[in-house]
């Protein structure tokens, strides 16, 4: 993210309020295309519901390695982003997985389908 725009955030309400209607217009803008972080409670929220997952036996593993990752790259970076990227992925994951285990018992052909990379984006 530009400085610019990092800058932009960190406004405060009366400085908005100083600022002409285009800048605040852009203010407005940067700030609705963050996404909302999530609650410091998730990731703990998130593990149980994984250990309680059918798939608990590798997806509680896979997200204590993505966890550890995202914890270093954020100890280098000093952001929570990385942490914030892995508990959306995973809760995605969570979310997506009883359609997928229906669409596998339906006995659709998938063969012409895509990669789950390519669907849900690369790990971080």
């Known amino acids: 993210m530009p400085t ?3 800058n932009a955030l960190a ?3 009366p400085t908005a ?3 002409g209607r285009s800048a605040k217009a852009r203010l407005v803008r940067l700030q609705a ?3 909302a972080s999530p609650a410091p409670a998730a990731p703990a929220q998130l593990l149980a519901q994984l250990r309680a997952d059918r798939r608990a036996e590798t ?3 896979a997200f204590g390695q993505d966890w ?3 914890l270093d790259d954020a100890r280098h970076s000093y952001s929570f982003a990385p942490l ?3 508990v ?3 809760q995605a994951r969570l979310a997506a997985a009883p359609a997928i285990d229906a669409f596998a018992a339906s006995g659709c052909d998938d063969t012409d389908g895509i990669a789950s990379a390519d669907a849900l984006g690369a790990r971080p």
């Open 33 to 35: 295309g963050r996404a």
């Open 88 to 90: 959306r992925t995973w």
């Open 4 to 6: 610019r725009a990092i």
């Open 11 to 13: 406004v405060t309400r």
């Open 68 to 70: 550890a990752r995202a």
């Open 59 to 61: 997806w509680a593993p």
């Open 84 to 86: 914030s990227n892995v």
């Open 17 to 19: 309020l100083a600022l």
